[in-house]
């Protein structure tokens, strides 16, 4: 099995976070989960060293020659210099990348690189709430999602602001290993294997007096649990001791999505798994998942994620230690 190189394309001034996380996420060795894991290479966009917010420097061992033949080709955020003129350089090797038919990423205001590569014209794309606005009016080709964690359009992949540099990794990994890895690798960084809602949970403030989503946090695990039962508003709601209208209006500030939309995705995702994890019956799955048959099963699972569970079986079955 070929080895999926990963190349970080940096610039001066990153922000630290930006960078650790692909670190963290495809740099550590986790052949023990699939083997070979990820090969990351740190490449140099402009001449080093390069700095790091927060007074810290580093030194990549590659330079752009080093996206040449990656898988995946990895812009993080960048600083407002360089959102405002990306290097000619890195813009030219993006697309060449993108040409030969690497899969191409941003992360936060690395959107700006991908945007005047070109990559973005004609398609969704997310970056940071607070660029929303500027990053439209520079690039008006590009169609801006403001509500998102990221945008997956197969072959170019955006995310909105900092933290979603997490979403977007653990994503990647998913598409390529499956989500029983993609859950472990998260488990392991003690973070949620996937965040309901989007960014604009994030982007406006709750009013004085509204409850947080960690107000409903014990709900959510308690419906984790009892994924296989029937399960109600008025059940969700009686656990959170709210009427089932406030609890609706809660639990969509909260995530972004209604609660039965919700358990929906998250009994697909139990689905999902359980696919790739065992050699249970499709109609045992959908027993033990809430669907109570095949068919309904069948049904969300395609609609959720555009093929059959007999086909995402064979596509991503594989042994998880």
Same mark, same amino acid.
Not at 9 to 23: H, K, Q, R, S, W
Not at 144 to 151: G, I, K, T
């Given at each position: 099995?070929?080895?999926?190189?990963?190349?970080?394309? @940096?610039?001066?001034?990153?922000?630290?976070?930006?960078?650790?996380?692909?670190?963290?996420?495809?740099?550590?060795?986790?052949?023990?989960?699939?083997?070979?894991?990820?090969?990351?290479?740190?490449?140099?966009?402009?001449?080093?060293? @390069?700095?790091?917010?927060?007074?810290?420097?580093?030194?990549?061992?590659?330079?752009?020659?080093?996206?040449?033949?990656?898988?995946?080709?990895?812009?993080?955020?960048?600083?407002?210099?360089?959102?405002?003129?990306?290097?000619?350089?890195?813009?030219?090797?993006?697309?060449?990348?993108?040409?030969?038919?690497?899969?191409?990423?941003?992360?936060?205001?690395?959107?700006?690189?991908?945007?005047?590569?070109?990559?973005?014209?004609?398609?969704?794309?997310?970056?940071?709430?607070?660029?929303?606005?500027?990053?439209?009016?520079?690039?008006? $080709?590009?169609?801006?999602?403001? $509500?998102?964690?990221?945008?997956? $359009?197969?072959?170019?992949?955006?995310?909105?602001?900092?933290?979603?540099?997490?979403?977007?990794?653990?994503?990647?990994?998913?598409?390529?290993?499956?989500?029983?890895?993609?859950?472990?690798?998260?488990?392991?960084?003690?973070?949620?294997?996937?965040?309901?809602?989007?960014?604009?949970?994030?982007?406006?403030?709750?009013?004085?007096?509204?409850?947080?989503?960690?107000?409903?946090?014990?709900?959510?695990?308690?419906?984790?649990?009892?994924?296989?039962?029937?399960?109600?508003?008025?059940?969700?709601?009686?656990?959170?001791?709210?009427?089932?209208?406030?609890?609706?209006?809660?639990?969509?500030?909260?995530?972004?999505?209604?609660?039965?939309?919700?358990?929906?995705?998250?009994?697909?995702?139990?689905?999902? $798994?359980?696919?790739?994890?065992?050699?249970?019956?499709?109609?045992?799955?959908?027993?033990?998942?809430?669907?109570?048959?095949?068919?309904?099963?069948?049904?969300?699972?395609?609609?959720?994620?555009?093929?059959?569970?007999?086909?995402?079986?064979?596509?991503?079955?594989?042994?998880?230690?």
């Amino acid at each position: 099995m070929k080895r999926h190189v990963v190349a970080l394309a @940096l610039t001066d001034d990153i922000p630290v976070f930006e960078l650790a996380v692909p670190c963290e996420v495809f740099g550590i060795d986790r052949s023990d989960l699939v083997d070979p894991w990820y090969e990351l290479r740190l490449c140099a966009a402009e001449p080093g060293p @390069l700095s790091v917010r927060s007074g810290l420097t580093v030194q990549p061992p590659y330079g752009l020659e080093g996206l040449a033949d990656a898988d995946t080709v990895l812009v993080p955020a960048c600083s407002r210099m360089t959102q405002c003129g990306p290097p000619d350089a890195l813009v030219d090797a993006v697309r060449a990348a993108h040409a030969r038919g690497a899969r191409i990423a941003s992360i936060c205001s690395g959107a700006y690189v991908l945007a005047a590569s070109g990559l973005l014209d004609g398609r969704r794309a997310t970056t940071h709430w607070m660029n929303m606005v500027d990053f439209a009016h520079r690039y008006p $080709e590009v169609k801006v999602d403001r $509500e998102v964690l990221y945008v997956d $359009e197969g072959d170019v992949l955006t995310s909105a602001g900092t933290g979603s540099a997490i979403d977007l990794c653990l994503h990647l990994v998913r598409c390529d290993f499956g989500a029983a890895v993609a859950n472990e690798v998260a488990r392991r960084m003690v973070v949620p294997p996937h965040r309901e809602g989007g960014q604009s949970q994030f982007a406006q403030p709750l009013a004085r007096g509204d409850h947080r989503a960690d107000d409903i946090a014990p709900v959510l695990d308690w419906a984790r649990e009892r994924l296989g039962q029937p399960l109600t508003v008025a059940q969700l709601a009686a656990q959170a001791h709210l009427s089932p209208r406030t609890f609706a209006r809660r639990f969509r500030d909260g995530l972004g999505v209604s609660p039965l939309q919700w358990i929906l995705e998250q009994r697909i995702r139990l689905a999902q $798994e359980l696919l790739e994890t065992t050699d249970e019956p499709i109609e045992r799955i959908a027993w033990r998942t809430g669907f109570g048959t095949a068919v309904n099963m069948r049904q969300h699972f395609r609609r959720f994620t555009s093929i059959s569970p007999h086909t995402y079986r064979q596509t991503f079955r594989r042994p998880v230690p």
